[in-house]
């Protein structure tokens, strides 16, 4: 077994494995680290009571809440990491998400780089994951062309589009990473696409755009069932030396003058925390204090709109995005959020979250449903931290915050609903144990007192040590944080090329 490389990278979703591609035929000797397995292509792939009741592609890992109490966060371990289980909505931050902004809880922060910075590599990501998609919302930042055209509107949802136009607001089309829709051989436009694996890869998930066609360079090397468990530094401090991991039940250390943490935005936080020796007693990068804090998960609340006299028959209705009370309220200054169109609810779905009632009640009630998301921004706070216990276990402390905004938002959301002819709608969001959306606990800036990492993701302390996922975040924005993630991680790659 081979364990010198060039670069070790850890964690192969959304930051992690577009690393991998984007470094792949460069020369270097490329190790990425996967914790988890493949997710086979298999029947229970699009089965709800295998993924939603069963949760068999969840982790079982259990992290504790800020009173110690252990819970199952929503996260995946596995060859593309969470992508393997996103919606695939790949939206750009606004203009306006890089600069400060004031929000009803207090002030959203500037970001170290603006817009126009990090354009040209949001064209490459869209191009790179499948996105389709076309400029027209009020908020859309100047931009090149989608690479792809949206997704249609299915025959229910274009209906309510053209009934939301009627209101006066502006719906756009959805940006989102399928692999050519309707196409013979291509997305099939299912009902099982948020939180469900693709069974015939057509989501543009990180394995599929990235994992696979980097893996075929004979320079690229995936481990599976790999869990970074430490990082090691030289004596002085200054540069990562060596990488503990376990393989398949076997401890082995690996060296490479560059490691690329990729974790995610809790478990990169984690890794640094746990990895704490004599130059870093308060954990790796840490000289700054800000290691695992700030953490930050979208204010997100799921809605289910009903009328029982309008069966909904849209397999695919998740196309829409209402961008108008994204930086203003209706009946305030200050930005609420955003509004998207989501997959489809099956009954089962639904008992899991409220399981009262006999399931051929909730498919009635889903049959005759539309589901959305309404999302508002979460604010860095300096005490929504993640920590590592004494025994390694991850505990995450976190209370939401600009709640006020979000809950105008929803209530806007009923307003629009209501006059959409819906009877009613439901409600559901997770609290103070949102794991997804997750950001911020790794900073990036241009000061080292006041963040951990550059304009280019390393760490001001550790010359050699990178942290490419959402931890760089300084605002998580109201959008998707995805392909921020993939247009740094372009960003950085073309860094680390030209050094």
Known sequence: MNTQFDIIIIGSGAGGGTMAHALAGSGARILLLERGGVVAQETANWDPVAVWKDKIY???????????????????????????????????????????LDLMDG????????????????????????????????????????????????????????????????????????IRPGEAGGCVLCNTCNSFPCQIHRKSDTEVCCIEPATAHPDVELWTHARAERLHTNSAGTAIESVDVEHHGEHV??????????????????????????????????????????????????????????????????????????????????????????????????????????LWLYDAWVARGVDWLVMSEDLPVHENRVTVTRDGRVQLHYQPNNVRAHRLLVAEMKRILRQLGFWGTITFNHGNKNTTHQCGTIVFGDDPRTSVLDRFCRTHDIHNLFVVDASFFPSSAAVNPALTIIAQALRVADHIRGQ
């Open 253 to 358: 250390r690996v060296t490479a003058p560059m490691v690329i943490v990729s974790c995610g935005a809790v478990n990169s936080a984690a890794l640094l925390l746990k990895s704490a020796n004599d130059r870093h007693p308060d954990g790796l990068a840490n000289s700054s204090g800000l290691v695992g804090r700030r953490y930050m998960a979208h204010l997100a609340t799921m809605m289910q709109s009903f009328n029982p006299l309008r069966v909904n028959r849209d397999e695919f209705q998740k196309t829409v995005a209402i961008n108008d009370f994204y930086l203003r309220g209706r009946n305030t200054r200050f930005p609420l959020g955003q509004i998207q169109s989501q997959g489809r609810t099956h009954g089962i779905m639904a008992k899991v979250v409220v399981p009262h009632l006999p």
């Open 58 to 100: 969840q982790t079982t890992e259990r992290w504790l809440d800020e009173r110690g109490k252990p819970f199952r966060p929503y996260t995946h371990y596995n060859v593309g990491g969470n992508t393997k289980f996103w919606g695939s909505v790949l939206y750009r931050l606004r203009r306006e998400d890089f600069e400060a």
């Open 107 to 178: 002030v959203s922060p500037a970001w170290p780089i603006n817009y126009e910075t990090l354009a040209p590599y949001y064209d490459r990501a869209e191009a790179l994951y499948h996105v389709h998609g076309a400029a027209g919302d009020p908020t859309d930042p100047p931009r090149n062309p989608f690479p792809h055209a949206p997704v249609p509107h299915a025959p229910n949802m274009a209906t309510l589009v053209a009934q939301l136009q009627t209101l006066g607001l502006h719906p756009s089309a959805l940006p989102l990473g399928v």
